[in-house]
């Protein structure tokens, strides 16, 4: 099983970037999807997380109203909209799929920076 994130990168303050999680080969529809971020010397904080059936959603205090979690079964794929960014956003991000197993991407970087 693998999970892959894609959609990283460099961005200035003030903008915005959309990560994207698939998982070649198996259907994330049966899993709840949550997005995690490690920011340089901080432990791996969660930032926002959709369940498998009613796409419930729930975010971090820091990225309320900002960020948005969504899911398109459809295209298997799981999405991270990041609007508003700032420097405190930059990290390493890793999308997880959790049922009775769970299952971790490698991480993508997003640095936010003029």
């Known amino acids: 099983v693998q999970v892959v994130e894609s959609g990283g990168g460099l961005v200035q303050p003030g903008g915005s970037l959309t990560l994207s999680c698939t998982s070649p080969?198996?259907?994330?529809?049966?899993?709840?999807m949550n997005w995690y971020r490690q920011a340089p010397g901080k432990e791996r904080e969660l930032v926002a997380s959709?369940?498998?059936?009613?796409?419930?959603?729930n975010y971090a205090d820091s990225v309320k109203g900002r960020f948005t979690i969504s899911r398109d079964n459809g295209k298997n794929t799981v999405y991270l909209q990041m609007n508003s960014l700032n420097a405190e956003d930059t990290g390493v991000y890793y999308c997880?799929?959790?049922?009775?197993?769970?299952?971790w991407g490698q991480g993508i970087k997003v640095t936010v920076s003029s």
């Open positions: 080969g198996f259907p994330v529809r049966p899993y709840a």
């Open positions: 997880r799929a959790r049922n009775t197993n769970e299952y």
């Open positions: 959709i369940t498998s059936i009613r796409g419930t959603t």
